[in-house]
């Protein structure tokens, strides 16, 4: 394909203006350094389907600028999945800090402010600890709780039918209930799903205490004989996440080891002690009876409803009995 200076000159004036979001001077103050160079560009139907940096020079009348143009910060599937994944996890951790500092301000309010006489915030400072949450969340949600104004912090807890006959629940710590309940309320409703009767969905749910181990970091025989050794409910494989393939899914993958409340801190103990790492819950979660398979459509469409939970102030939780 032949090209004329005059229109690679044109083209050179849009490249000016738009390459990269910086602004340049009016085409006819730009020249094309070498046209040859663009002009190979142009004609080679690879420039159209590689997404590769290319440079072009362009000449002002004083100055030699070089322009790269490039694709998008997020490069193929796996580097769009690893983002995502990112994403999710500072989510997850930014929710954990945030219960944490509810529960602290809620313990100091009710107990006061010193660990030596409150029971219930000296046990917080432990789980603190053993979450690796950083010291300052106590000391600024302590220092919280004798502001003027603030309230305890309540826990509801709401239900909400999904799509295709999924079952959601939804944990929210509030200081302001008709608050948490309006902007859920909202959600669920902006995203397709139905309010529940309370007790309507919880019935599928038993609550237990959990240990997280990843997959990358133990063998999986060794971690069923000392769990179960240990007196451990069960151990649940992990499933397929949102943005996990088979190839590349197991740096985030995790097995959850199911104790009751009375034996977790056994299973804890039989755990660190067979040197495999592990991740502890906060307090506990929620596990389905019988998980739901729904079609592909629903599957998404309830991800996205438990997304935009996930992203109100006062939810801490959201769990759904649908199978991945």
Same mark, same amino acid.
């Given at each position: 394909?032949a090209?004329?200076?005059?229109?690679?000159?044109? $083209?050179?004036?849009?490249?000016?203006r738009f390459?990269?979001?910086i602004?340049?001077?009016?085409?006819?103050s730009?020249?094309?350094?070498?046209?040859?160079?663009?002009?190979?560009?142009?004609?080679?139907?690879?420039?159209?389907?590689?997404?590769?940096?290319?440079?072009l020079?362009?000449?002002s009348?004083n100055?030699?600028?070089?322009?790269?143009?490039?694709?998008?910060?997020c490069?193929g599937?796996r580097?769009?999945?690893?983002?995502?994944?990112?994403?999710?996890?500072?989510?997850?951790?930014?929710?954990?800090?945030?219960?944490?500092?509810?529960e602290i301000v809620?313990?100091?309010k009710?107990?006061?402010?010193?660990?030596?006489?409150?029971?219930?915030?000296?046990?917080?400072?432990?789980?603190?600890k053993?979450?690796?949450?950083p010291?300052?969340? #106590?000391?600024?949600n302590i220092k919280?709780?004798?502001?003027?104004?603030?309230e305890? $912090?309540?826990?509801?807890?709401?239900?909400?039918?999904?799509?295709?006959?999924?079952g959601?629940?939804?944990? #929210?710590?509030t200081?302001?209930v008709?608050?948490?309940v309006?902007? #859920?309320?909202e959600?669920?409703?902006d995203?397709g799903?139905?309010?529940?009767d309370p007790?309507?969905?919880m $019935?599928?749910?038993?609550r237990?205490r959990?240990?997280?181990v990843?997959?990358?970091d133990?063998d999986?025989?060794?971690?069923l004989?000392i769990?179960?050794?240990?007196?451990?409910?069960?151990?649940i494989?992990?499933?397929?996440?949102?943005y996990?393939?088979?190839?590349?899914?197991?740096?985030?993958?995790a097995y959850?080891?199911?104790?009751s #409340?009375?034996?977790?801190?056994?299973?804890?103990?039989?755990?660190?002690e067979?040197?495999?790492e $592990?991740?502890?819950d906060n307090?506990?979660?929620?596990l389905?009876?019988?998980?739901?398979e729904?079609?592909?459509?629903?599957?998404?469409?309830?991800?996205?409803?438990m997304?935009k939970?996930l992203?109100l102030?006062?939810?801490?939780a959201?769990?759904?009995?649908?199978?991945?």
């Open positions: 394909m090209y004329s200076f005059s229109s690679l000159r044109v $083209f050179g004036s849009i490249h000016c390459s990269n979001g602004y340049f001077k009016p085409y006819h730009c020249t094309l350094k070498s046209a040859f160079l663009l002009s190979g560009i142009l004609s080679s139907p690879s420039w159209y389907s590689d997404k590769k940096v290319l440079p020079e362009l000449q009348s100055l030699v600028r070089t322009v790269w143009t490039f694709s998008p910060l490069m599937r580097s769009c999945k690893i983002a995502g994944r990112k994403t999710a996890q500072d989510l997850k951790k930014a929710k954990l800090y945030s219960k944490i500092g509810k809620s313990a100091a009710k107990g006061g402010p010193s660990p030596i006489s409150n029971t219930a915030l000296a046990a917080l400072i432990e789980k603190v053993e979450l690796d949450i010291k300052d969340i #106590v000391e600024r919280r709780a004798s502001e003027k104004g603030q305890a $912090f309540i826990e509801k807890i709401y239900e909400v039918y999904g799509y295709g006959g999924v959601i629940v939804i944990e #929210v710590l200081d302001k008709n608050r948490s309006a902007a #859920v309320r959600v669920v409703k995203s799903g139905k309010m529940a007790g309507s969905i $019935f599928k749910f038993r237990a959990v240990a997280n990843k997959v990358t133990v999986r025989d060794r971690l004989t769990a179960l050794d240990a007196g451990a409910e069960d151990i494989e992990p499933s397929m996440g949102e996990d393939t088979e190839s590349d899914s197991s740096e985030s993958r959850k080891v199911v104790s #409340v009375e034996n977790y801190s056994v299973i804890l103990s039989k755990l660190q067979g040197g495999i $592990f991740k502890p307090g506990s979660e929620l389905p009876t019988t998980p739901i729904v079609d592909d459509e629903a599957m998404e469409l309830n991800k996205e409803l997304s939970l992203e102030d006062d939810v801490d959201v769990y759904t009995d649908q199978k991945y």
